[in-house]
């Protein structure tokens, strides 16, 4: 029988990899045939623009990397499972990136696998690492990385897509492991919206329209909505709250002293503490550096670590919604049990 101690998972490092050049709300706005201040009122003073070589698995590899030169106690040959938590967009159709990751980091012993859930994957992650490590004695370390650069998927120029303007490029990486007695666990929350699964998502590259001569180049490669009123009610109405709710059950009765919140506008992200009953102060805004997706939580727990927002013994909550639309929340307990 495994001792209580032996079955808490902690967050032993992380790494986070964003491109080094940047799209303005100035250079958007032109793009986009809005003004300036349009754009900044969707939360982006600028984003992370990839270069050729940001591809999603590059991108996770080097915040892989970052993660095990954070740390001497895991090793690459350590690790007993991959998983990829990055986007369903990455360098290559029906190619498994975890085992591509597992293959260039050095991962020689263990089994990998992919998740996808939309900006929530990280999340996910995490949850499915614990549930890992708690069925299966053989299980100690677990490598959580991914990549994203959806912001190739969205037309600028598309209205009705405007809200996924700040789709940024970045990898991100969390090494979890077994009895890690800093960083822990406590719990995880997860809310889809069912009705609205078919609302937003890219027409093109699947079996139901596969690229052809004919429709290359063509809308059918970006996001589209389908229902473009509904989605601008449903965002009004339900994206903020949803958010809230979810980081409120996974709190389970904790106030957060920090709250590692995805990309949103000014307006929704005052929206989101306010329900939360934090300052601005307790939760990094992200207009510098656009939405990152499923690595927009590591993002945040970055910036807060390093301007001192957080510090040993908070609880926080990590806090993440994407089109689904699905949420995820996840409450660590940062540093020392």
């Known amino acids: 029988m495994m001792e209580e101690d032996q079955m808490h998972i902690g967050i032993v490092s992380y790494g986070l990899y964003t491109p080094g050049t940047v799209e303005t709300a100035e250079d958007m706005s032109l793009r986009a045939g809005l003004t300036s201040e349009e754009v900044r009122k969707l939360g982006i003073e600028c ?8 591809q999603p698995v590059a991108m ?3 915040a892989a990397k970052q993660a095990f030169a954070g740390t001497e106690d895991v090793r ?21 990136p975890s085992i591509r990751l597992q293959e260039e980091v050095g991962c020689s012993r263990a089994w990998a696998f992919d998740l996808v859930g939309q900006n929530v994957t990280s999340i996910q992650g995490i949850r499915v690492a614990r549930d890992l490590i708690a069925g299966d004695e053989t299980i100690n370390t677990v490598l ?59 027409p093109g590259g699947g079996t139901e329209i596969p690229f052809s001569e004919d429709n290359l180049n063509s809308d059918i490669m970006f996001y589209q909505v389908q229902h473009p009123e509904m989605v601008r009610n449903y965002l009004d109405r ?22 590692a919140l995805r990309h949103l506008s000014p307006l ?70």
């Not at 984003?47 to 940001?54: E, I, L, N, W």
């Not at 009953?277 to 990094?284: E, H, K, N, R």
């Not at 910036?303 to 929340?329: E, N, R, S, W």
């Open 47 to 54: 984003k992370c623009r990839p270069a050729k070589d940001d």
């Open 144 to 202: 959580l990385a991914g990549g994203t650069r959806n912001g190739d998927l969205v037309d600028y120029a598309n209205s009705d897509t405007h809200f996924l303007l700040a789709s940024s490029a970045s990898g991100g990486a969390l090494l979890l492991k077994r009895g890690h007695n800093r960083n822990q666990l406590i719990a995880t929350a997860f809310r889809v919206d069912w009705d609205m699964s078919n609302e937003v998502y890219v």
């Open 238 to 259: 339900c994206w903020t709250e949803a958010l809230s709710e979810t980081a409120v059950r996974a709190l389970s009765g904790f106030s957060p002293d920090y709250v």
């Open 76 to 96: 690459p040959e350590d690790v007993d499972v991959v998983i990829w938590t990055g986007e369903e967009y990455k360098d290559y159709i029906a190619q498994t």
């Open 268 to 337: 929704q992200r005052a929206a989101v503490l306010d329900l939360l009953g934090v300052s601005s102060d307790q939760s990094a805004a992200l207009e510098n550096w656009g939405c990152h997706g499923t690595n927009d939580v590591i993002l945040s727990l970055d910036l807060g670590l390093k301007c001192g927002a957080i510090k040993d013994g908070f609880h926080v909550v990590l806090v993440t919604g994407g089109i689904g639309f699905t949420y995820a929340a996840a409450l660590i307990r940062w540093g020392a049990a």
């Open 60 to 62: 996770a590899v080097k």
